[in-house]
């Protein structure tokens, strides 16, 4: 039974920042402008419920919703980084905020994975197209009933009891992703999937639905897998179910317990990693840890990655291995070559000397991390700019850099001033 709910909204919408307020307050003026009805859906009503944080704001709109976008970047600012009018969909970003506006509508499947043919419709009928009822949930942000909560009964009781449950029997052929967003949901919220649900999504895997998506969104999936916070239950869960088997040939279930000393690993040293710290590759790297070098190979080809990802997950284990056996002699770090490593293996390092039989691996783990602390942190006082400032030709510096590094590193090097007396002395020769 539908039923229309009048929600403490204020009390949830007190929990949005004001920038995420001020957008919504936005699209429902403007709806009202154009006369069209606009309501909050999807993975943002759905966390609105939960309490969860989310930066990407889902709108439906019974109307045009590229038009209404078009329309909100005009007279409230923000840049549109697509308009499909293919699908009716519209994607503006704003405040480090994502905002989806799509018109109501109906989708057809022509073929399995296939993308949906569709059509404009309303609200009611825009639920149906949905993966699953958790996330067919709308709230209105149309004045006269702004806040109301419009959905199903049994939409809102699988919320509560925390079950993934999809609409109906051919959901997972018309989309096979969605058993990828069915693990997903499961490990991020502690849900479970329901029964039925559950037998669908292992007979489409036995049916080889998962052949029938391109790599580009097997990779997309599988990198929002395992970039949750709960990736290690995710793969648990992808056990459970029979996705690992079908998507991840090879992979044991060892590779969860890994995965969470991974978790850990990557806790410590958080601070220490920049934004081009790759999340998903270093989960990767754990993942395929056991795999002989014939098997990753062939896994990593299917995943379609750029070169110097490729490069990373296929780096030959001996020679990952001499590292980690420098370090663990305490050869002096210019000799051990760990420079060429990026963040991502440098923390792979780390889960290969954790996973050492105790009481070797804690103590190799601990002569590790700070090997690295050490490499995070001793490294050239002077900037690039400050260098050249005082005289150094740029095409000197990548070997300057070098050798104060290993100053550095040596103790040779223990101040700024100690350094600046170094490449003074440097000029003058
Ligand atoms: N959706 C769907 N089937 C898909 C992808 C998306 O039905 N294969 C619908 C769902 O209703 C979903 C909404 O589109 O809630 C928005 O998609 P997306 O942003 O991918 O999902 P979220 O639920 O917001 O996921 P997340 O919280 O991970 O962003």
């Known amino acids: 039974m539908a039923v229309k709910i009048k929600i403490n909204f204020s009390r949830q919408l007190s929990a949005l920042t004001s920038a995420e307020r001020e957008i919504i307050n936005s699209i429902s ?9 606009a309501y909050i859906v999807g993975g943002f009503a759905r966390d609105i419920l939960l309490g969860f944080p989310n930066f990407d704001i889902d709108c439906v709109v019974e109307g045009d919703a590229c038009a209404l976008a078009e329309e909100f970047a005009k007279s ?35 073929s399995a994975g296939a993308l949906p043919i569709v059509r404009s419709s309303t609200i009611k009928h825009d639920t149906l197209r949905r993966d699953f009822t958790i996330n067919a949930i709308y709230i209105s942000i149309n004045r006269g009933d702004f806040g109301h909560l419009s959905c199903e009964k049994a939409y809102l009781t699988d919320l509560r009891k925390g079950l993934i449950r999809v609409f109906h029997k051919n959901s997972f052929e018309d989309d096979p992703t969605r058993i990828f967003r069915a693990v997903r949901f499961a490990a991020r919220f502690g849900f479970n999937i329901e029964s039925n649900t559950k037998r669908l999504m292992q007979k489409a895997l036995k049916d080889g639905m998962l052949k029938k998506i391109s790599s580009f969104r097997v990779k997309r999936e599988l990198s929002l897998l395992l970039k ?30 890994d995965l969470k000393t991974a978790r850990l690993i990557w806790f410590d040293f958080f601070i220490y990693l920049g934004e081009q710290f790759n999340l998903f590759l270093y989960m990767l790297l754990v993942l395929l840890k056991d795999l002989s070098c014939a098997r990753r190979k062939k896994f990593v080809e299917t995943l379609n990655l750029n070169k110097k990802d490729t490069a990373v997950l296929l780096y030959p284990r001996s020679r990952m291995d001499k590292i980690l056996r420098g370090i663990i002699k305490n050869i002096p770090a210019w000799r051990v070559d760990a420079d060429e490593l990026r963040d991502e293996q440098l ?22 991390m700070d090997y690295i602390l050490m490499l995070k942190t001793k490294k050239p006082f002077h900037s690039s700019f400050e260098l050249m400032r005082m005289g150094f030709a740029c095409e000197k510096l990548g070997g300057l850099t070098k050798e104060i590094t290993g100053k550095r590193r040596g103790g040779k090097i223990l101040s700024k001033s100690q350094e600046y007396g170094f490449l003074v002395r440097k000029l003058k020769k």
């Open 29 to 37: 003026g403007l709806g009202a402008k154009r006369g069209e009805r």
């Open 76 to 110: 409230f600012g923000g840049n549109i980084v697509s308009v499909n009018r293919k699908f009716h969909t519209a994607k503006i970003k704003k405040d480090n905020l994502t905002i989806d506006i799509a018109s109501a509508r109906e989708e057809k499947y022509a």
């Open 228 to 257: 949750e916070k709960n990736a290690p239950e995710a793969i648990e869960i992808a056990f459970a179910t029979g996705l690992a088997k079908a998507a991840l040939p090879g992979i044991k279930k060892t590779a969860v317990k």
């Open 347 to 368: 923390l792979f390092l780390v889960l290969l000397a954790a996973s050492k039989n105790p009481p070797t691996g804690a103590k190799v783990e601990k002569r590790v």
